[in-house]
């Protein structure tokens, strides 16, 4: 049979139906609330490829270099011809049909999902990577189930499945078809703590279809509840918009939320009594805790989706509070470091007793670690860096990144806290210390020092045993994962894609700011000279394969990509750079979309990296404009997006608030059509006051709340809004809290923090946004 029914299947059927179809037939079985449905088995999707003899040429199709873009794109072009352009055989055609009938009498809306018999592996994640339609009818029906099966074969799937190693002829697809319903309200629902794994269950809830929670359109309101005497800690959301089905259409449509219901608790005692009723049976009958999505309509509580909790820690170690964790923990400023709580460092060890302090500088990525110092003065002194070495150097480069990542530490003569140096060492969370002007001459080579990179010193002799380390993902990742839930977007700042997991592991909203430059700078060659000696497809790989990997990590999480801005005087040191203009002041000079303009062949191969990705499937990716001054930029930047054959009203983009007149001119830019705009606090704050950042002499003066920056950020929110564009922030202050207050009162779209600091942003946020909450109605 073709066929099989929700509930002659159960958890064992997991080669036949997939995850999801395995997940909803154990579920029905149990007696809980499915709502009706079938599964076209994997075997019938093995059989139409077998049967119509292009199984051999599909899977010929796809064995090609995955590194490779173009042959990437031809490959999941084929194979989904192959299968779309295959009809179906008549039998299989009215055995579907006719089941389908069956469901609501014919006339049911339904949902077609897909269902992989590897997308539940615990050492690898499908998710997101093959279709699900919603309210479809008879009409549509055969078409959606052939794209579930041709959604195998996507460019980020084949990718996905190469660099996994898996076979692609090994892994199947069924397609769940069930009836739709169309939620009043829908949520998540964790039957345990998701980190400890106690007796204490969290409820998520929106109105409408869940999948605005799943996808992150909307923050749903959040609900903690003791499981022995059904005590809440209830937090209500501002839900501003909400998935449902459009009546004329039968589309799903995304509409906004009336004012009265925004701010409205959405699950009632009652609701909260029947959904715990049903995760506690749930959990009784899979004998471990379940995360489920549940909706409800005319009063009945309905399951869609339960799956096993994969983040409970088996160690036994006590999680943090899912308020902040321990405040003797220390408290980020937003600068990248911690500030020690009274009585302490950051860290569990105490350097202060180690020796003398002889080098000091900013510190610049919080931690204390104790190793071998190296002195590097040329890129070929990085080959004696080792594991648990701390680099010393003047300035660090991007190729230094590799050895970056082997170090406990960097110590570097030069840079401020928005250096190369400063940036990456926080995301890779490395201790650093930046501009101590000396250390490469203080120091000697293989002298052991300890490295304290909040108070910014380096001390003589070892005070951190090695086995005090931690994984520097782990440091960032949330002791509990459920997030404050909150109406304004936290996001988190990416350098380099090496960073990506750990950034992931913040738990953010998505990337406010990926950053090109260190892509294209860790080439070792100006733009012009690499394409020069590789070629323009060699160039625009670079691009397409350090996005793709971030775009991956937070898929279906939203990452903005900002075009090339980097200074003269980082390019002049590349090969080629002898080309570069000899700047008097470079970041006043030939940079972001100045350049960009100015060199539109190269800035045309950088689009067509967009460009490829879009068609790869990753539309989380969101293009950013840097150094804009005015309309006639983003009308020029919006000219060549056309001409790259990227549609400007299909695809989000936006430009950077980082000159005063950009800031003053914003209604001119949303009139233009750009989607958001994005502040870039370091650049703006220093062309608004005359102040270098990198400047020793004044950079006590450069001050990110400053009255003339907070009045141009304020502005700017206020006209953005009245013309219905998107605003953020993704330089240095979006991390400090007191930015972060003025933020949330102004009614900023979305804030951007570094890796460290996102959590206790989110928290700043949750903060100010229920004391505004409590003063509406006071």
């Not at 999801?20 to 009706?36: D, I, Q």
């Not at 820690?313 to 902040?324: H, I």
């Not at 989380?620 to 056309?642: G, Q, T, W």
């Amino acid at each position: 049979m073709a066929v099989l029914w929700l509930d002659e299947i159960s958890a064992g059927d997991l080669e036949k139906v997939g995850g999801k179809g395995a997940s909803l037939g154990e579920l029905t079985g149990a007696g809980l609330p499915v709502p009706p449905g079938f599964v076209v088995t994997a075997g019938t999707y093995r059989a139409f490829i077998e049967d119509a003899e292009i199984d051999e040429e599909l899977f010929e199709a796809v064995d090609v270099d995955v590194d490779d873009s173009s042959a990437l794109a031809d490959a999941a072009d084929r194979a989904q011809e192959l299968i779309l352009e295959t009809p179906f055989p008549e039998e299989l055609r009215e055995e579907i049909l006719a089941s389908y009938r069956e469901v609501g009498n014919g006339e049911a809306f339904v949902a077609v999902r897909s269902s992989a018999t590897a997308e539940d592996l615990p050492d690898a994640s499908f998710a997101g990577q093959q279709e699900t339609f919603l309210n479809v009818t008879e009409e549509d029906l055969l078409d959606r189930v052939r794209e579930c099966w041709a959604s195998l074969f996507t460019q980020r799937a084949i990718y996905y499945r190469q660099e996994q190693g898996f076979d692609h002829s090994a892994v199947n697809i069924a397609v769940v078809v069930q009836q739709m319903v169309d939620a009043e309200k829908s949520g998540v629902m964790f039957t345990s703590h998701p980190s400890t794994g106690d007796p204490t269950m969290i409820i998520e809830a929106a109105w409408g279809l869940g999948e605005a929670v799943v996808s992150g359109a909307v923050s749903p309101d959040n609900y903690v509840i003791d499981r022995e005497d059904r005590s809440m800690d209830v937090t209500i959301a501002e839900k501003k918009v909400k998935h449902e089905k459009d009546e004329a259409t039968g589309q799903t449509v995304e509409r906004e939320v009336p004012e009265d219901k925004r701010t409205q608790r959405v699950v009632s005692g009652d609701e909260i009594d029947a959904l715990m009723d049903l995760g506690e049976r749930v959990e009784d009958h899979y004998g471990e805790p379940q995360d489920v999505e549940w909706a409800i309509v005319d009063g009945e509580v309905y399951m869609l989706q339960s799956r096993p909790i994969t983040t409970i820690d088996e160690s036994g170690s006590d999680a943090a509070d899912a308020e902040g964790g321990d405040p003797a923990k220390g408290l980020t400023d937003g600068s990248g470091s911690v500030q020690a709580a009274e009585g302490g460092s950051a860290d569990t060890a105490d350097a202060s007793g180690s020796g003398e302090v002889i080098v000091d500088g900013l510190g610049s990525s919080p931690g204390t670690v104790s190793g071998p110092a190296r002195i590097v003065t040329k890129l070929d002194d990085l080959a004696k860096v080792g594991e648990g070495d701390i680099i010393v150097t003047e300035m660090t480069m991007p190729d230094m990144v590799p050895a970056m990542k082997r170090a406990s530490g960097i110590i570097t003569d030069e840079g401020g806290m928005t250096s190369h140096a400063a940036i990456v060492s926080r995301e890779l969370g490395v201790p650093a210390i930046v501009g101590t002007t000396n250390a490469t001459t203080v120091l000697e080579d293989g002298q052991v020092v300890t490295l304290d990179g909040d108070k910014g010193s380096v001390l003589e002799g070892s005070a951190v045993e090695p086995d005090e380390e931690t994984e520097p993902v782990e440091e960032v990742r949330p002791q509990s994962p459920v997030k404050p839930m909150t109406a304004t977007e936290v996001k988190v700042n990416v350098s380099i894609p090496e960073a990506a997991e750990r950034a992931a592991a913040t738990g953010a909203d998505g990337v406010g700011l990926l950053r090109t430059e260190h892509m294209i700078l860790s080439l070792n060659q100006t733009p012009e000279k690499f394409i020069d000696e590789n070629g323009p497809d060699a160039y625009t790989k670079e691009l397409i394969d350090g996005i793709r990997g971030v775009a991956d990590e937070f898929y279906p999480r939203p990452v903005r990509v900002r075009t090339l801005d980097a200074p003269t005087d980082e390019f002049r040191q590349l090969e080629g750079g002898e080309d570069e203009p000899n700047e008097h002041n470079p970041m006043l000079g030939y940079r972001g979309i100045r350049r960009s303009l100015d060199r539109t062949d190269v800035f045309a191969h950088e689009l067509e990296a967009f460009r490829r990705l879009y068609e790869m499937g990753y539309d989380n990716v969101e293009i950013m404009l840097p150094l804009v001054n005015d309309a006639e930029d983003v009308y020029r930047a919006k000219e060549c997006m056309k001409e790259a054959g990227i549609d400007p009203e299909k695809r989000k983009w936006g430009a950077m608030i980082e000159t005063p007149a950009a800031a003053l001119s914003v209604e001119e830019l949303a009139e233009a059509g750009i989607d958001f705009a994005s502040f870039g606090t370091n650049d703006l704050t220093q062309y608004t006051l005359a102040v270098d950042r990198n400047n020793e002499h004044v950079a006590d003066r450069f001050d990110e709340l400053h009255p003339a920056v907070l009045r141009l950020i304020g502005d700017v929110i206020e006209t953005c809004r009245e013309h219905d564009v998107d605003t953020s922030i993704c330089g240095q202050a979006g991390s400090k809290p007191e930015m972060v207050q003025f933020l949330a009162n102004e009614g900023i779209t979305s804030i951007s923090a570094n890796i460290d600091a996102v959590r206790d942003v989110q928290h700043e946020v949750k903060r100010v946004e229920q004391k505004l909450l409590l003063d509406s109605v006071r």
